[in-house]
């Protein structure tokens, strides 16, 4: 039976805290208020912050930045120049999948060579949101 499962890493709360706390804290030393999303290895959430003055709007962007990252694997920065250089890829697949952000913002978060799941930040621009995303995974080791 052993041969029919595979055994997935997860990120944990406490994980899933860290990187909330990491990514809020470079916000906090760019000078801009973000939300910041959570994922686990299925794209499901385990954490959501909006820091004071952070646009609504972003706690869907940043959801769906990190869903993209779990699904694709790839920081979504990395998925904004693929599709940016593939027409194919911008006008016929990413509308028709309705959780697709190919805006940079989100990194997964890879343990062994598997997603653990994602952070996804929304709120400044596309690379300020990008650092913060890729602080937080790299702080969290």
Not at 12 to 35: F, K, N, Q
Not at 75 to 95: G, Y
Request: net charge negative; with cysteine.
């Amino acid at each position: 039976m052993s041969d029919l499962v595979t055994s997935v890493p997860q990120l944990t709360a406490a994980a899933a805290r860290r990187l909330v706390d990491a990514a809020v804290a470079r916000a906090d030393e760019l000078g801009v208020a973000v939300v910041v999303h959570v994922a686990d290895a299925g794209g499901a959430p385990l954490a959501l912050h909006r820091m004071d003055g952070a646009p609504v709007f972003s706690v869907t962007v940043a959801a769906k930045k990190a869903w993209t990252a779990v699904a694709a694997g790839a920081r979504t920065a990395e998925l904004r120049e693929a599709f940016m250089a593939d027409p194919v890829l911008l006008h016929a697949l990413a509308p028709k999948i309705d959780e697709v952000m190919a805006v940079g913002g989100a990194t997964p978060v890879v343990v062994d060579g598997r997603v653990a799941g994602a952070v996804g930040v929304s709120g400044a621009t596309e690379e300020q949101d990008q650092d913060c995303a890729d602080r937080a995974v790299a702080d969290l080791g």
